[in-house]
């Protein structure tokens, strides 16, 4: 079946430090790929999306490129600043209208 | 634009007994999602309709959970009786739900249940 696989949290990093947070999934077809935050006491929010191979999203300083070969879809960013602290989702949609989330990495930013 | 309202944002009740929760999403989408977000998971989807029309409802425990939308516009849930394991996140979310690829879902800010 479909699913999508996130590196385990929580991921600690001063601030400017890089950050990557790992995403796999399994899908059948060609499923497109999205990363969302949530930030604390708040909804979740679209960050990226990509929805062919080799498709970049990017957004505040977030990007995230659909590698078909490898099956990921990680989550990359330069310079993390303290209010990026926020738990973030990676997921996919397959079609018939379904969304389907990893677990969720919680990312804290140290000043 | 106003976003997906969800209400309450907190309830606590008792094992056993009933409750509701409300979702107006946005203005439009035809879509409207239900999930579940159990602490320290990502959200699981319980029913999905399109319009005032159930499209899944494979993960909603049906002996218990009941969900209508009936104008399709806005929606309720309700978890009747509730178990201690029902203590999660609530999302409603919504969508324009035309089919596309790189359909986006809407979320709301959530309803905490706690069951005690």
């Known amino acids: 079946g479909n699913s999508v696989t996130q590196m385990e949290g929580p991921v600690t990093l001063s601030e400017e430090a890089f950050l990557t947070i790992n995403c796999t999934y399994t899908a059948t077809g060609y499923p497109s790929l999205f990363w969302y935050v949530q930030y604390p006491g708040e909804g979740l929010q679209l960050l990226l999306k990509a929805t062919k191979a080799d498709d970049k999203g990017s957004n505040k300083g977030f990007e995230a490129t659909y590698r078909k070969e490898t099956t990921s879809f990680h989550l990359e960013k330069g310079s993390v600043q303290v209010s990026d602290s926020a738990v973030y989702f990676c997921a996919l949609y397959t079609g018939g209208f379904k969304t389907i989330f990893g677990a969720g990495t919680r990312l804290f930013v140290k000043a | 634009e106003a976003g997906v309202a969800q209400s309450p944002r907190y309830k606590i009740i008792e094992k056993r007994q009933s409750v509701a929760f409300w979702c107006n999403p946005i203005?439009?989408?035809?879509?409207l999602y239900w999930y579940q977000q159990i602490l320290g998971q990502g959200p699981k989807l319980l029913i999905q309709?399109?319009?005032?029309?159930?499209v899944d409802d494979s993960q909603l425990p049906k002996d218990r959970f009941s969900a209508e939308r009936l104008k399709g516009v806005d929606s309720t849930l309700k978890i009747q009786p509730a178990k201690l394991e029902d203590s999660a996140v609530y999302l409603c979310a919504s969508s324009w739900g035309q089919g596309a690829a790189n359909t986006e879902a809407f979320f709301g800010q959530g309803t905490r249940l706690t069951v005690v």
């Open positions: 309709f399109q319009n005032n029309g159930v």
């Open positions: 203005s439009g989408h035809a879509t």
